[in-house]
């Protein structure tokens, strides 16, 4: 499986970015998929994670009820929808997939597979 996030810019403080994660692979429908972002001098951190049916999701307290993680998986492709976006939301955002389709989890341990990032910057 092959992850290509993108969608990422500049936006002001209060604004709303969608970000993609496209997938090569028949198979990508079966996996997982989770954000994580990683912003200058920080580790790794966890963003959003979603099922491959769509039936579990799970957000980061720091971005719940701003962001929807969504799946169209007719398309390959995994969204986050990112809502009253913050100063603290810039970093370089990471989708990746687990193979365990019905995890839903919150360590980056746990993915198999991730993209090349997508950079995010709020300005104030």
């Known amino acids: 499986v092959q992850l290509q996030a993108s969608g990422g810019g500049l936006v002001q403080a209060g604004g709303s970015l969608r970000l993609s994660c496209a997938a090569s692979g028949r198979t990508f429908s079966r996996y997982a998929t989770g954000w994580f972002r990683q912003a200058p001098g920080k580790e790794r951190e966890f963003v959003a994670a979603?099922?491959?049916?769509?039936?579990?999701?799970r957000y980061a307290d720091s971005v719940k009820g701003r962001c929807t993680v969504s799946r169209d998986n007719a398309k390959n492709t995994v969204y986050l929808q990112m809502n009253s976006l913050e100063p603290e939301d810039t970093a370089v955002y990471y989708c990746?997939?687990?193979?365990?389709?019905?995890?839903?989890?919150?360590?980056?341990?746990?993915?198999?597979?991730w993209g090349q990032g997508t950079q995010v910057t709020v300005s104030s």
């Open positions: 979603i099922s491959w049916s769509g039936g579990s999701i």
């Open positions: 990746a997939a687990d193979s365990g389709g019905l995890r839903v989890g919150v360590t980056a341990y746990e993915y198999d597979y």
